[in-house]
């Protein structure tokens, strides 16, 4: 049974999601606060992390930071709530290492769907390295090199990287990178991918303002050259 970390100070909304997490087969953890969550992430190591923006001590950033900073954490999905709708908010959720956002107020059954739709995409990897020019890509090990040296990637940047490097020298559209490197369709999609193809060619380009492994291919979508 996978493990869902809840965090948030909002007791109600904990119930509802315990509620609906569980009916669809999942075991729930529950956090109201920033440090009962970084303990709760330390102990359990849990399978995703649905978290909050605003809490009362340790902000829902504070705790992605932490998350991606910690090797045997760094790998698990997080799935941001925000009561904020400002598109600046997300995108710098989205570049701290958050890898959704669900906005307030939300549907429990939508939520429940990106968790699923998260954990399908983070478990299903094929057992055969991937490579690319100087790009290497352990699947069972989730780990991305580049000319030799190892790069930390968010689950759902090393998910768009995977696609790319396995159709490498083709051109793929923003609806094939979203759906099966980001596993569903919602609305704001689009700003999420670009923010995710941001860090990604902050973390692999030599120069990320002139990049030389994903290429933009205007009005389709994105192709990792293969060369």
């Known amino acids: 049974m996978q493990r869902i970390l809840v965090v948030d100070d909002d007791r109600e909304v904990v119930r509802l999601m315990n509620a609906y997490l569980e009916q ?3 075991e729930v953890l ?4 920033g440090e009962t ?3 709760a992430l330390r102990r359990e190591k849990p399978d995703l992390l649905l978290l909050d923006l605003m809490l009362p001590d340790r902000d829902g950033y504070d705790i992605t930071r932490f998350v991606r900073s910690q090797p045997d954490l760094a790998h698990i999905p997080i799935i941001m709530l925000t009561a904020r709708v400002d598109d600046t908010d ?3 959720g989205l570049e701290m290492g958050a890898d959704d956002y669900v906005t307030k107020p939300y549907n429990p059954r939508e939520v429940v769907a990106r968790v699923r739709a998260r954990l399908r995409s983070h478990n299903t990897l094929s057992p055969q390295p991937l490579a690319a020019g100087d790009l290497e890509m352990d699947l069972g ?3 991305v090199k580049v000319a030799g040296q190892e790069v930390e990637l968010t689950p759902s940047e090393f998910n768009i990287l995977k696609v790319l490097m396995e159709r490498a020298g083709y051109v793929l559209t ?3 990178l979203i759906s099966r490197g980001l596993g569903m369709d919602y609305e704001g999609i689009d700003r999420t991918l670009d923010s995710h193809i941001r860090n990604l060619r902050r973390k692999i380009e030599p120069d990320s303002k002139n990049p030389q492994y994903i290429e933009t291919v205007y009005g389709i979508g994105y192709r990792l050259v293969d060369e």
């Open 24 to 26: 669809a087969g999942y």
């Open 30 to 33: 529950v956090a109201y606060d």
């Open 37 to 39: 969550a970084i303990h």
């Open 90 to 92: 997300k995108i710098v």
């Open 141 to 143: 090990r989730r780990e």
């Open 174 to 176: 923003r609806d094939e």
